[in-house]
């Protein structure tokens, strides 16, 4: 399949400031690929998953995350790591720095 035609018209309508990125969710206790970068391991602390897409997008790094490397709560609720609290479900979470 040519991507040519597809990725001109991305390229002339949005004009993406890196390459596009692929999410790929993973089963629980599915060993990550070798060169997956890992935030508490390779980096030494944890990270908002947004710093995580920056690193892939920047960098072209493929990044390794889960409950444990995230620092957002927020991100770890969205993702499926933590429950969905009644706080979350009933719009509280737009407040301060999340507004």
Known sequence: MDLT???DA???HIRPAS???AIRMMAQGE???ARTK???ADLGQQIAICQGFAFSRRYG???GMS???L???LAKAVWGFEPLTNYYMNGLTCAGMYT
């Open 10 to 12: 991305i390229e002339r």
């Open 5 to 7: 035609p597809l990725i």
């Open 31 to 33: 060993p990550y690929p």
């Open 38 to 40: 890992r935030p508490s």
């Open 71 to 73: 620092s957002c709560p």
């Open 19 to 21: 390459f596009p990125l």
């Open 67 to 69: 409950k444990d490397d």
């Open 61 to 63: 790094w493929a990044m």
